[in-house]
C-alpha cells in the first residue's frame, strides 16, 4: 500500500472514533441501517428470503444460487446441513448436492428439518455432545478457528460455527444488517439444527453477536463466554486509530494476500507469540484465503458494530457467564472485559496475561477449562 492510500484510511480511522461512544449517532446509524433493508426488500423482494422468484431470477437470487455451488463443491456429507471444507467431491456428487441445495435455498423455504424456514446464513457442524455455539470476530468467517482447538471440542460438543453476513458462504446474505440480526439468524441456525439450548461462545465480534443472542433470547442461551469484546456503545473503551486502521486496511494491489494476512495477523497477537507459533499464523492466513470477504461486507460489518447500542440492557442478563480477555489485546483494550463483567450481573472475569487478541489460539486451554466449569 503507498503512501497516501495508508494516510487516507488513517484520517478514515480517526473520524470513526467518535461512534465508538456517542450512543445518538450510534442510534442514527442502526436506523439508516433499518431503512435501507426495509427499501432494499421493496425493490427486491427475494432478497428477503434469498428465494428464487417465478420466472427470470434476480441478481441477488443468481447471486446466492452461485454461492450454493460453490459451496457445494466441498460439502462433508456427514457434518449435517451446515457446510464444511473437507476437499473436493467428485462430479456426481457435486451435481447431486447442487441440486440438493438448490432445491432447499430457492424453492420451498421451509424444510422437514423441525419445519423451520432454512436459516440465511452458511454454518458448520461438527462433534458430538451438547450444542456449543462458535460466533467469529469482524471480517472471519466459521472457517477462521485453530483446528487442533476444534478437534478437542468435537470429542465433547456438537461444534456450530456461523459464517456471519458477508463472510464465508454467506457472503450473499441479505445486507445492510445490525448486530440483532447476526443474533437472529445465530438463533435460527441452532433451532435448525435441532438444539433449543447451548453454550454460547462469541470472540471480539462475535463477542457481541453473544451478547445480543443472550438479551435477546435467554432462554436459549445455557452458559456464555465473552472473549477479547466489548459492551455497546456507549460503555466500551475504544481503540486508538492505529488499531481501526489494521482492522480495515486492505492487501496493495497485486500484493501476495497470504503473506499480507500473515503479516496483519501477527500484530493482533501478544509480544512474542506469532515468532513462536508461526504455524498457527499460517494456519490464520491459509484459512482465510479459502474465502475472502469482499470490501463492501468489510463495511457491512463496520456499520453493524458501529450501530450496536444499549449497554444497560447487560443488566437484565441472569446467565452464567464467564468473560475473558488479554491484557495486551491491541484491538479492544483489556477495560472493556472489565466493564463488560461488571455490567453482567455475577459473571466471572478472567484476565490472560500477555495474551493478545487470538484468544483461542494464544490461550485454547484456558478457553476449554472455562467451557468445562
Same mark, same amino acid.
Given at each position: 500500500?503507498?503512501?497516501?492510500?495508508? $494516510?487516507?484510511?488513517?484520517?478514515?480511522?480517526?473520524?470513526?472514533?467518535?461512534?465508538?461512544?456517542?450512543?445518538?449517532?450510534?442510534?442514527?446509524?442502526?436506523?439508516?441501517?433499518?431503512?435501507?433493508?426495509?427499501?432494499?426488500?421493496?425493490?427486491?423482494? $427475494?432478497?428477503?428470503?434469498?428465494?428464487?422468484?417465478?420466472?427470470?431470477?434476480?441478481?441477488?437470487?443468481?447471486?446466492?444460487?452461485?454461492?450454493?455451488?460453490?459451496?457445494?463443491?466441498?460439502?462433508?456429507?456427514? $457434518?449435517?446441513?451446515?457446510?464444511?471444507?473437507?476437499?473436493?467431491?467428485?462430479?456426481?456428487?457435486?451435481?447431486?448436492?447442487?441440486?440438493?441445495?438448490?432445491?432447499?435455498?430457492?424453492?420451498?423455504?421451509?424444510?422437514?428439518? =423441525?419445519?423451520?424456514?432454512?436459516?440465511?446464513?452458511?454454518?458448520?457442524?461438527?462433534?458430538?455432545?451438547?450444542?456449543?455455539?462458535?460466533?467469529?470476530?469482524?471480517?472471519?468467517?466459521?472457517?477462521?478457528?485453530?483446528?487442533?482447538?476444534?478437534?478437542?471440542?468435537?470429542?465433547?460438543?456438537?461444534?456450530?460455527?456461523?459464517?456471519?453476513?458477508? *463472510?464465508?458462504?454467506?457472503?450473499?446474505?441479505?445486507?445492510?444488517? *445490525?448486530?440483532?440480526?447476526?443474533?437472529?439468524?445465530?438463533?435460527?441456525?441452532?433451532?435448525?439444527?435441532?438444539?433449543?439450548?447451548?453454550?454460547?461462545?462469541?470472540? $471480539?465480534?462475535?463477542?457481541?453477536?453473544?451478547?445480543?443472542?443472550?438479551?435477546?433470547?435467554?432462554?436459549?442461551?445455557?452458559?456464555?463466554?465473552?472473549?477479547? *469484546?466489548?459492551?455497546?456503545?456507549?460503555?466500551?473503551?475504544?481503540?486508538?486509530?492505529?488499531?481501526?486502521?489494521?482492522?480495515?486496511?486492505?492487501?496493495? =494491489?497485486?500484493?501476495?494476500?497470504?503473506?499480507?494476512?500473515?503479516?496483519?495477523?501477527?500484530? *493482533?497477537?501478544?509480544?512474542?507469540?506469532?515468532?513462536?507459533?508461526?504455524?498457527?499464523?499460517?494456519?490464520?492466513?491459509?484459512?482465510?484465503?479459502?474465502?475472502?470477504?469482499?470490501?463492501?461486507?468489510?463495511?457491512?460489518?463496520?456499520?453493524?458494530?458501529?450501530?450496536?447500542?444499549?449497554?444497560?440492557?447487560?443488566?437484565?442478563?441472569?446467565?452464567?457467564?464467564?468473560?475473558?480477555?488479554?491484557?495486551?489485546?491491541?484491538?479492544?483494550?483489556?477495560?472493556?472485559?472489565?466493564?463488560?463483567?461488571?455490567?453482567?450481573?455475577?459473571?466471572?472475569?478472567?484476565?490472560?496475561?500477555?495474551?493478545?487478541?487470538?484468544?483461542?489460539?494464544?490461550?485454547?486451554?484456558?478457553?476449554? =477449562?472455562?467451557?468445562?466449569?
Amino acid at each position: 500500500m503507498n503512501q497516501p492510500s495508508v $494516510s487516507k484510511m488513517q484520517r478514515l480511522a480517526k473520524a470513526l472514533l467518535p461512534y465508538s461512544t456517542n450512543e445518538p449517532l450510534a442510534i442514527a446509524t442502526e436506523i439508516g441501517i433499518r431503512n435501507q433493508a426495509i427499501l432494499r426488500t421493496i425493490v427486491d423482494p $427475494s432478497i428477503k428470503l434469498g428465494m428464487k422468484v417465478i420466472g427470470r431470477e434476480t441478481t441477488a437470487a443468481r447471486r446466492r444460487r452461485r454461492e450454493i455451488d460453490e459451496a457445494a463443491q466441498f460439502r462433508d456429507p456427514q $457434518s449435517g446441513s451446515g457446510l464444511r471444507v473437507v476437499g473436493r467431491e467428485p462430479g456426481a456428487a457435486r451435481r447431486r448436492l447442487r441440486k440438493v441445495d438448490e432445491a432447499a435455498q430457492f424453492g420451498d423455504p421451509t424444510d422437514n428439518r =423441525r419445519g423451520t424456514r432454512r436459516p440465511v446464513v452458511n454454518w458448520h457442524e461438527s462433534g458430538h455432545g451438547p450444542a456449543l455455539l462458535l460466533l467469529n470476530g469482524f471480517t472471519a468467517s466459521g472457517l477462521i478457528w485453530p483446528q487442533s482447538w476444534l478437534r478437542r471440542l468435537e470429542e465433547h460438543y456438537r461444534v456450530i460455527r456461523i459464517d456471519n453476513r458477508g *463472510t464465508g458462504w454467506s457472503r450473499c446474505a441479505p445486507s445492510p444488517f *445490525t448486530i440483532a440480526d447476526l443474533a437472529d439468524d445465530a438463533r435460527d441456525v441452532l433451532h435448525y439444527c435441532g438444539f433449543d439450548q447451548a453454550t454460547v461462545l462469541g470472540v $471480539s465480534m462475535g463477542g457481541m453477536i453473544a451478547q445480543e443472542f443472550a438479551i435477546r433470547h435467554p432462554g436459549i442461551v445455557e452458559k456464555l463466554v465473552l472473549v477479547g *469484546t466489548r459492551p455497546p456503545t456507549p460503555a466500551q473503551i475504544a481503540p486508538d486509530a492505529d488499531a481501526y486502521h489494521l482492522l480495515m486496511q486492505q492487501p496493495p =494491489r497485486g500484493a501476495d494476500l497470504r503473506e499480507f494476512f500473515t503479516a496483519t495477523w501477527a500484530q *493482533t497477537v501478544g509480544e512474542g507469540f506469532a515468532a513462536d507459533h508461526p504455524d498457527l499464523i499460517a494456519e490464520i492466513a491459509e484459512q482465510l484465503t479459502r474465502r475472502i470477504t469482499p470490501r463492501g461486507c468489510v463495511l457491512d460489518q463496520a456499520r453493524a458494530i458501529a450501530a450496536w447500542h444499549g449497554a444497560n440492557r447487560l443488566r437484565r442478563l441472569r446467565i452464567h457467564t464467564t468473560v475473558v480477555h488479554g491484557n495486551r489485546d491491541p484491538l479492544m483494550p483489556v477495560g472493556n472485559g472489565m466493564r463488560l463483567a461488571r455490567l453482567i450481573p455475577n459473571a466471572t472475569y478472567i484476565e490472560l496475561p500477555g495474551v493478545g487478541h487470538l484468544v483461542p489460539h494464544e490461550a485454547g486451554d484456558t478457553l476449554l =477449562r472455562v467451557l468445562d466449569a
